[in-house]
């Protein structure tokens, strides 16, 4: 790879921000709503987005193909972030370098422009001509099966009341590994088994796919949570050191610094394994992938 990964990533968020811009309908749609999703789409590292990318790629499928779920999952995964941010969830008023989308158009445009979100980041892939025809109903239908388990109550959604009700409570690694799974894992897994439905991976690839993307998942979300006690916010682009004063459940709260890194290490280990098992290409997904582990935002 000639670019770094943090080029790839800046190249990858202009294509996604790009086509959101110019694909979201305008017509009929109040301005302030088609701003603020807008607002909230753009920004962050659009690494889901990236990671969906690199494993299309290693099955000789280019960006431009997948760039409409690309661009779909970015907006979904925008929402949480947006929602996550409400006074009722984590009440954050600093996201991605600039204010919160409630802070900027106020809280019930936070509420709407999160539940906008979601629906046309779904509009976005499903009702794409070019995108259907290209991969063809059966596939466009698993990956959509993909997204929405990943996002369910047994995804994202009931991974967030797990995240909500251990807050200030005493909590065992096992029980902060089942937040980790469901609030983030399953979402950052999505866009890499996503990638590999669509390039016809075998079933054996596609369950291979899936552990890797659950174990990057949670390296991620361990490492999320170092630098919320390790960075500044203006380096994150959050508030940071807001798990510790909310009583979040987090493995450095549970484990400590140290052992939260062994613990992401050894699981980077496995991913690893698993990736190199794989009969294809994965280099952009490996360097993708080591970036998680090692980023400073
Ligand atoms: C979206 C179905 C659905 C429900 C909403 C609010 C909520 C329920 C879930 C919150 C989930 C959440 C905020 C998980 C945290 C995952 C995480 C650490 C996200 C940060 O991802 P980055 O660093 O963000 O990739 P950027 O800004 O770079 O895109």
């Not at 431009?64 to 925008?78: F, Q, R």
């Not at 936070?110 to 109903?137: C, H, I, P, S, Y």
């Not at 669509?198 to 291979?208: I, M, N, T, Y």
Request: overall charge neutral; glycine content about 10%; some cysteine.
């Amino acid at each position: 790879m000639s670019e770094s990964v943090e080029e790839l990533l800046a190249r990858n968020a202009q294509l996604v921000e790009e086509f959101t811009r110019e694909h979201l309908p305008q017509e009929g749609v109040p301005r302030v709503l088609w701003e603020s999703v807008v607002y909230g789409a753009t920004g962050g590292k659009k690494l889901r987005a990236s990671l969906l990318f690199a494993t299309a790629q290693a099955y000789g499928i280019p960006e431009e193909k997948v760039l409409p779920l690309a661009a779909g999952i970015e907006m979904i995964h925008s929402f949480s972030l947006v929602h996550d941010d409400l006074p009722c969830m984590d009440n954050d008023d600093f996201r991605r370098g600039k204010p919160s989308l409630h802070k900027a158009f106020g809280e019930a445009m936070g509420v709407l422009a999160g539940d906008a979100l979601l629906v046309e980041g779904l509009r976005m892939f499903v009702n794409n001509r070019e995108f259907l025809k290209t991969f063809g109903t059966r596939k466009v239908t698993a990956v959509t099966q993909v997204l929405l388990e990943a996002l369910g109550n047994q995804g994202m959604v009931g991974g967030q009341v797990l995240d909500l009700l251990y807050q200030g409570k005493e909590v065992t690694e096992r029980e902060v590994f089942e937040i980790y799974l469901r609030k983030t894992a399953r979402f950052i897994q999505a866009p890499i088994l996503c990638g590999g439905i669509l390039g016809g991976a075998s079933r054996k690839e596609r369950r291979l796919l899936s552990r890797f993307g659950l174990l990057l998942g949670e390296c991620f979300q361990i490492k999320d949570d170092i630098l919320d006690v390790t960075q500044e916010s203006t380096r994150l682009g959050k508030t940071a050191g807001k798990d510790l004063v909310q009583g979040k459940a987090t493995l450095v709260r549970v484990q400590g610094i140290s052992k939260a890194e062994k613990v992401m290490h050894h699981l980077f280990e496995e991913a690893c394994q698993i990736l190199a098992s794989l009969p294809r290409d994965f280099a952009t997904l490996l360097a993708l992938s080591r970036f998680v582990i090692t980023r400073a935002y």
